[in-house]
């Protein structure tokens, strides 16, 4: 329940911001456009429609979408995250299951033996060129 609560205060949240940068966006100060950004990329991680609408916004303007695939790179992480999310071949949800680490042994609790290789030995660094 509190998850969900907080999924909708988000929701609101974003709506509000997106509401209040549409309202000032024709001022001769760019706050209402800095506004807009913020409240989509808070709906974006959030709502799967609002997330379908950028990527068929993005896939009926290439140009706009690969000016943010270019751009990437330059936007903070969760600015990269948002483009990606919206990529539109993409179909993943904002909280993607991540890959359980190789070498993870949960029978040696949190105290663990160290780095292993693989074959039980310590780990040894591995310089440029090496494998």
């Given at each position: 329940?509190?998850?969900?609560?907080?999924?909708?205060?988000?929701?609101?949240?974003?709506?509000?911001?997106?509401?209040?940068?549409?309202?000032?966006?024709?001022?001769?100060?760019?706050?209402?456009?800095?506004?807009?950004?913020?409240?989509?990329?808070?709906?974006?991680?959030e709502?799967?429609?609002?997330?379908?609408?950028?990527?068929?916004?993005r896939?009926r303007?290439?140009?706009?979408?690969?000016?943010?695939?270019?751009?990437?790179?330059?936007?903070?992480?969760?600015?990269?995250?948002?483009?990606?999310?919206?990529?539109?071949g993409?179909?993943?949800?904002?909280?993607?299951?991540?890959?359980?680490?190789?070498?993870?042994?949960?029978?040696?609790?949190?105290?663990g033996g160290?780095?292993?290789?693989?074959?039980?030995?310590?780990?040894?660094?591995?310089?440029?060129?090496?494998?």
């Amino acid at each position: 329940m509190t998850r969900s609560m907080f999924r909708l205060a988000r929701l609101i949240a974003g709506w509000v911001i997106v509401v209040a940068g549409a309202i000032l966006a024709p001022t001769p100060i760019p706050i209402g456009w800095l506004l807009l950004i913020i409240g989509f990329s808070i709906l974006v991680h959030e709502s799967e429609t609002v997330r379908g609408w950028v990527r068929r916004l993005r896939a009926r303007y290439p140009r706009f979408g690969l000016w943010l695939h270019r751009n990437k790179h330059h936007a903070p992480s969760f600015g990269r995250r948002l483009i990606e999310l919206t990529e539109p071949g993409h179909h993943g949800g904002p909280r993607a299951a991540q890959p359980a680490p190789a070498n993870r042994n949960d029978d040696e609790g949190f105290g663990g033996g160290g780095a292993t290789d693989g074959d039980g030995g310590p780990s040894q660094p591995r310089g440029f060129g090496q494998p």
